[in-house]
C-alpha cells in the first residue's frame, strides 16, 4: 500500500481548495511514492495557473454507524458521522488526521477523495431498535460536517433526522453551511420536542479570507444569516466562534459575538486553534503562502498556548489553552458576551420521550 504524494508547487494554491498539497501521513510507516501529474496540469502550473482537482466520491455501507466515546473534555458521549472527508477544505480541520487511516492523505485527499455512508439511517435504526439502547443525545457534526456541499444530493443528514423525529430522539448538529436550512422543517419540529439544537461556526466575517481558509463552506453572511433564520423558527441556535486564530482571525471576535447576538441566538463559545498530527505542518504550508509576514507570529502564539508544541491533545488542555494569550482572548469574549448578553450553551435536550423504532424481521431475534 503507498500515500499517493501529487507534485505541484505549494506556492500555487489550488482554487478552491484549502490544503496546498497531499501532506502524506507518517504515523503509520507506509511507504511512499510520488506520483507526476499530468503534463497539462504542469504546464498550467508553469503558466501560473495551478490544475483543478476534481471532487471524488465512494460509496461505503459500514456496519456500525453510532460511535461512542468516554472523552471526559467533550459534553456528548455519541456521535454520527455521515461523511468521510470533507469538501469545506478548511485547512484547519482536526478531523484532517482521520484520512491516514485510510491510507490517504489528510492534504488534498481529505477534501477531494470523499466517502458517503449511505446506510446510515438504515443502521441507526438497528441500533435503536435493540433492547439495552439507552438513548441520550447524538451529535453531528463532530468530526465532518453533515452539510457539505454532497449532502445536496445524498440526504443522509436529513435521514437521521427524520428517524430522531420518528424515534422522539435528541440531536445536535453542528455545521459550517447554510445548508442546514434545507431540514428547517425537520428542525423545528424536533426543537418543538426539545429535541435537537444547532451550532454553526463563524471563524471571520471577511469573505476573502474565508475562501482562503475554508474555500468551500459558505460564507460568513450566510451562517448568520441561518443563525437569525433558525433562531426566528424556535430552534435553539448557538454561535461557534471556532476555530480562534491568533493574528488572523481573533480580530473578528467581538465583532462576530454582537452579529450573532443580533440574529437572535441564545449562546456563544470560542475554542482555539488545534493542529494534531498532519493538520500542523499543513497549516505552516499555508501560513508561509497566504500569510509570510506573519507566520513565525501565529506560530508562535499558538505554541505559547500550548506548552512550546504545535499542539497539546491532553485531556481538558487540548480545548482550555494556557498562557497570557490564551487569557488575553478568553477575557475579551467574556467582556464582549456579557455585552452582547449572550450565555454559554446550556441544552438539556429531553430523552423521556424515546420510542424505539418497531422491531421486525430478523432484528426482532436479537
Not at 443502521?123 to 451529535?139: D, F, G, H, Q, S
Amino acid at each position: 500500500m503507498y500515500v499517493l504524494i501529487m507534485a505541484h508547487r505549494p506556492d500555487h494554491p489550488l482554487r478552491g481548495r484549502g490544503a496546498l498539497s497531499s501532506a502524506p501521513s507518517t504515523r503509520f510507516a507506509l511507504p511512499q511514492r510520488q506520483v507526476d501529474d499530468d503534463w497539462r496540469d504542469a504546464m498550467r502550473v508553469l503558466d501560473g495557473d495551478p490544475p483543478k482537482l476534481r471532487t471524488t466520491l465512494t460509496r461505503e455501507r459500514p456496519k456500525s454507524i453510532l460511535t461512542f466515546n468516554q472523552s471526559p473534555d467533550i459534553g456528548f458521549d455519541r456521535s454520527i458521522n455521515a461523511y468521510r472527508g470533507c469538501e469545506h477544505g478548511c485547512v484547519y480541520c482536526y478531523a484532517r488526521p482521520t484520512h491516514a487511516w485510510l491510507d490517504l492523505s489528510p492534504g488534498l485527499d481529505f477534501e477531494t477523495r470523499l466517502f458517503a455512508k449511505e446506510n446510515a439511517a438504515e443502521l441507526l435504526r438497528e441500533t435503536l431498535a435493540r433492547r439495552k439502547y439507552v438513548p441520550a443525545p447524538i451529535a453531528m457534526g463532530t468530526n465532518t460536517d453533515p452539510y457539505q456541499p454532497i449532502e445536496r444530493d445524498f440526504r443522509i443528514t436529513r435521514q437521521v433526522l427524520q428517524l430522531c423525529l420518528e424515534t422522539r430522539h435528541p440531536v445536535t448538529i453542528t455545521t459550517k453551511s447554510d445548508r442546514v436550512l434545507d431540514d428547517l422543517d425537520l428542525l423545528t419540529q424536533l426543537a418543538a420536542r426539545n429535541l435537537a439544537a444547532v451550532s454553526i461556526s463563524v471563524t471571520s466575517l471577511d469573505p476573502r479570507l474565508s475562501a482562503k481558509l475554508e474555500p468551500r463552506a459558505a460564507s460568513p453572511a450566510k451562517r448568520l444569516a441561518a443563525l437569525e433564520k433558525l433562531a426566528a423558527a424556535g430552534v435553539p441556535t448557538h454561535c461557534s466562534i471556532a476555530p480562534v486564530i491568533p493574528s488572523i482571525t481573533d480580530c473578528f471576535m467581538e465583532e462576530i459575538i454582537a452579529e450573532a447576538a443580533a440574529s437572535g441566538v441564545s449562546s456563544a463559545g470560542w475554542i482555539l486553534l488545534r493542529l494534531p498530527h498532519e493538520v500542523a505542518p499543513l497549516f505552516r504550508e499555508w501560513l508561509d503562502v497566504h500569510f509570510p509576514d506573519r507566520a513565525a507570529k501565529v506560530m508562535g502564539i499558538v505554541q505559547s498556548v500550548r506548552g512550546g508544541k504545535d499542539n497539546d491533545s491532553r485531556f481538558f488542555h487540548r480545548m482550555r489553552p494556557s498562557g497570557v494569550w490564551a487569557e488575553l482572548f478568553r477575557t475579551r469574549f467574556r467582556i464582549a458576551a456579557r455585552r452582547a448578553g449572550l450565555g454559554k450553551a446550556r441544552y438539556e435536550l429531553d430523552t423521556s420521550q424515546f420510542r424505539p423504532p418497531a422491531r421486525d424481521g430478523q432484528l426482532a431475534l436479537f
